[in-house]
Structures are given as C-alpha cells and as structure tokens.
C-alpha cells in the first residue's frame, strides 16, 4: 500500500477560506481518481469532492461553488481550496484515492470553523 499524508487545516472564523494540501507516495498517482473526504464527529466519512486523471471535477452538494479541487501529477499532490467556510464543514479531512484502494488512510488533518 501506498501513503498519503494531508496537510493545512486549522481553526478558521466562519467566512475564512484554507487550502489543503496531500501528499502521495507511488508512481502511479496519476492514474488514479483523487478525492477530498471527511469525517465530523459522530459521523460517516463522506466524499466532498473528487477529481479525474485528466482533471474533471465533481463536488457534493454542500461544498459546490465554494471548495476546489485540484491536483499535480507531476508532484503526487492533490489540493482543497476551501472558501466561506461554515461552522458544518468542521471535520477531519482525507485524501485517497476513490476508484481503487491503493493508498492507506492518513492520519488527516483537523478543520475547525468557529468563531
């Protein structure tokens, strides 16, 4: 199994914006779909966004036309630009792969919208 490791949460005021950031390991990152999931207290880690090889994009609901998604296959890395932020988007973040379960959940990072 291949690695990822996630980074650039962080407390943020409601409004506020973070990017984060994944790191993978392997040579065949690009290959794979990407997705951004996450996971509140209490409940069932959800896919928030994910993105093709070739960089087509899908959102949930709850997130559209404030989160984007992004990768570099040159660099195995994937991205979450979060914008207006919301006190319902706290939660941890995963990054993996969502069509084949190459990479073992990383420890995540913790986003926590509060004022």
């Known amino acids: 199994q291949e690695q990822v490791v996630e980074s650039g949460g962080g407390l943020v005021q409601p409004g506020g914006s973070l990017r984060l950031s994944c790191a993978a390991s392997g040579s065949r990152f690009r290959i794979y779909v990407m997705g951004w999931y996450r996971q509140a207290p209490g409940k069932q880690r959800e896919l928030v966004a994910f993105i093709t090889s070739d960089g087509r994009v899908n959102y949930a609901d709850s997130v559209k036309g404030r989160f984007t998604i992004s990768r570099d296959n040159a660099g195995n890395k994937l991205y979450l630009q979060m914008n207006s932020l919301k006190p319902e988007d706290t939660a941890v973040y995963y990054c993996?792969?969502?069509?084949?379960?190459?990479?073992?959940w990383g420890q995540g990072t913790q986003v926590t919208v509060s004022s």
């Open positions: 993996n792969a969502v069509d084949a379960r190459v990479f073992d």
